[in-house]
Every structure is written in structure tokens, then in C-alpha cells.
């Protein structure tokens, strides 16, 4: 099992930009994949963007592409997520997930999770 804890976040004013990070414990030799979604109000949960842990490939669902930035620090056992340009359609409760089992890198199937922490962008 893997543990995850988010930071950053909070509220941010629309134009501005913002970096989130998660940090892993526990059985992080095992994980495959690290992965930021997205939890809008009165909305289901969608995929922001993934990283493979090993080779640092990205892949990117909708509502990351263009103005979302993934990262990883290996040494560190944090992955991140940088936005820019933001827009108060971007409000939403942001989740770390992390996958130990080897699947293709656009697969929204994740084993472990963060709490999820608010992220909210005024007009």
C-alpha cells in the first residue's frame, strides 16, 4: 500500500498559476504510474494528467492538455502538477493517485489515493 499527501492548493485568482505535489510512502519501489485527476462540483471524476514512474512518459486526458504540467522527482518520491493560465472552470478538488500495476499509460485505473485537497479560482 502506498501513502499519498497533497499539498498546495487553495485559492488562486483566474490568469494565475499554481503548483500542486504529492508525496508517496510506504510501497513506492512497487509503483508503476503516478496521476493527478479532477473532481469539479456536481461532476464525476476525470483524469488530468499521468506520468510513468519509471521512464517519466506523460499522457494527458482533456482537461490537461495545453495549460497542465506533470512532473516526478524519483528521489523524492513526488510527483507534481503545475497549472498555468487558470480559469474558474478549473475549481475543483484535485486527487494524487498511484498505480502499482503495469497498465497503459492512459488507463484511469489507479490503486492507491490522496484525501484530495480544493482548489478554487475566482474570477
Known amino acids: 500500500q502506498v501513502q499519498l499527501v497533497e499539498s498546495g492548493g487553495g485559492l488562486v485568482q483566474a490568469g494565475g498559476s499554481l503548483r500542486r505535489s504529492c508525496a508517496a510512502s510506504g510501497r513506492t519501489f512497487s509503483t508503476y504510474a503516478r496521476a493527478w485527476f479532477r473532481q469539479a462540483p456536481g461532476k464525476g471524476r476525470e483524469l488530468v494528467a499521468v506520468i510513468d514512474w519509471r521512464f517519466a512518459n506523460t499522457y494527458y486526458g482533456d482537461s490537461g492538455l495545453g495549460r497542465f504540467t506533470i512532473s516526478r522527482d524519483t528521489a523524492k518520491n513526488s510527483v507534481y502538477l503545475d497549472a498555468a493560465s487558470l480559469k474558474p472552470e478549473d475549481t475543483a478538488v484535485y486527487y494524487c493517485?498511484?498505480?502499482?500495476?503495469?497498465?497503459?499509460?492512459?488507463?484511469?485505473?489507479?490503486?492507491?489515493w490522496g484525501q484530495g485537497t480544493q482548489v478554487t479560482v475566482s474570477s
Open positions: 493517485a498511484a498505480d502499482d500495476v503495469l497498465r497503459d499509460i492512459s488507463s484511469t485505473t489507479f490503486t492507491s
